[in-house]
């Protein structure tokens, strides 16, 4: 069994994660704007190539998901999805530390004024 490791953060670190929270944002907003530029231009890709390619609906759909330039973006997308994720996620490891941190700096806070409270 593992025993669980103890977020102890000083104030220097707490500053640093907020710092790195913001680098962090920006670097989230870039990435979800470049998300929804690439699946906008798959979405006009695809309406192009089906515009232009012969055959039933079916055959049409077909071969406009197939286009070299469609899979390109495909994968692009599933690249800058996983990427949005991640940095979602240290987005929530940043916060959840600082609130660990206020939390006992909190408790620690309360502990000190009760005890300066009896020792008067």
Excluded at 27 to 56: A, C, D, M, Y
């Amino acid at each position: 069994m593992t025993e669980l490791a103890r977020v102890s953060l000083s104030e220097v670190e707490i500053e640093k994660n907020i710092i790195s929270m913001r680098d962090c944002a920006k670097e989230l907003n870039r990435v979800t704007k470049e998300l929804e530029e690439k699946i906008e231009l798959k979405k006009q890709e695809e309406s192009r190539v089906f515009l232009e390619e012969t055959g039933t609906i079916k055959d049409r759909e077909a071969k406009s998901r197939i286009e070299p330039k469609i899979v390109k973006y495909a994968h692009e997308i599933a690249y800058l999805k996983g990427r949005q994720q991640e940095l979602r996620w240290q987005l929530k490891i940043f916060e959840l530390e600082v609130n660990i941190w206020r939390s006992s700096n909190s408790s620690a806070n309360l502990e000190r004024k009760l005890y300066e409270g009896y020792s008067k």
